[in-house]
């Protein structure tokens, strides 16, 4: 298990999958709205738990190129801007050009900034989503990080996540992938230590959120609702 993690490196790493040859385009397809049954499979299921409304305003925190935040303005019509925001500013600006064709300049806005320094006002915004991220966080980091979120949420906010979960069910996949040295360093962790570690920043109630089935990898995920 990694004792730091370098948040810029991890940003590095996925620009660099992103933008290189044919495992680029492949990267930027799977990432993108239209590769989400892919990655993301039951993703309008878990976004379900938030009971999204135009009222809300929402924050994807590592929102990579955009793609969760466009599937989200399809089918609202946010009262204001829903955010993005990322480590990788390659990934941002692929990210920029990703909401322009989808139609949503204006009502997507993305930006860089580090999970553990938000440039938000506290008590600013409704929701927050963040899907796959926290893995790549170190124990320091994520404390700092929920207690970001904690800090910029609305009372009565809701934070929602998912992400890959420490299971036996995923030690094969994920010691092979360590053992290859190809994924930006990681931590995986189970429910009950997130859950705890929300209660501790200040959030007074964390819900198990039914993940459904991914398709790729097809390991087990969590995802935790916690309100402010």
Request: aromatic share 10%.
């Amino acid at each position: 298990m990694a004792d730091h993690i370098d948040p810029d490196s991890v940003g590095r790493h996925y620009a660099e999958w992103f933008t290189t040859g044919l495992r680029g385009i492949g990267m930027r397809y799977v990432f993108s709205r239209r590769g989400l049954w892919v990655i993301n499979t039951p993703y309008r299921h878990i976004l379900a738990a938030a009971g999204i409304d135009a009222r809300d305003r929402v924050l994807d925190l590592g929102c990579g190129i955009g793609n969760l935040l466009i599937a989200l303005c399809e089918r609202v019509a946010f009262a204001e801007p829903a955010i993005g925001v990322d480590v990788s500013p390659a990934l941002i600006e692929l990210g920029r050009g990703e909401v322009y064709r989808a139609g949503f300049d204006g009502r997507i806005q993305l930006a860089v900034a580090l999970a553990t320094e938000l440039p938000f006002q506290d008590r600013s915004f409704d929701l927050v989503i963040s899907s796959h991220v926290i893995k790549h966080l170190d124990d320091d980091a994520l404390l700092r990080t929920f207690a970001e979120v904690h800090r910029i949420l609305r009372p009565n906010g809701r934070f929602l996540l998912w992400e890959f979960k420490k299971s036996p069910f995923s030690a094969p996949l994920f010691i092979s992938a360590r053992a290859s040295g190809l994924p930006p360093a990681f931590i995986l962790r189970d429910p009950g230590t997130l859950a705890r570690q929300l209660q501790a920043v200040g959030f007074q109630a964390v819900d198990r959120v039914s993940t459904g089935i991914f398709l790729m990898p097809p390991v087990p995920r969590l995802a935790l609702l916690a309100r402010r």
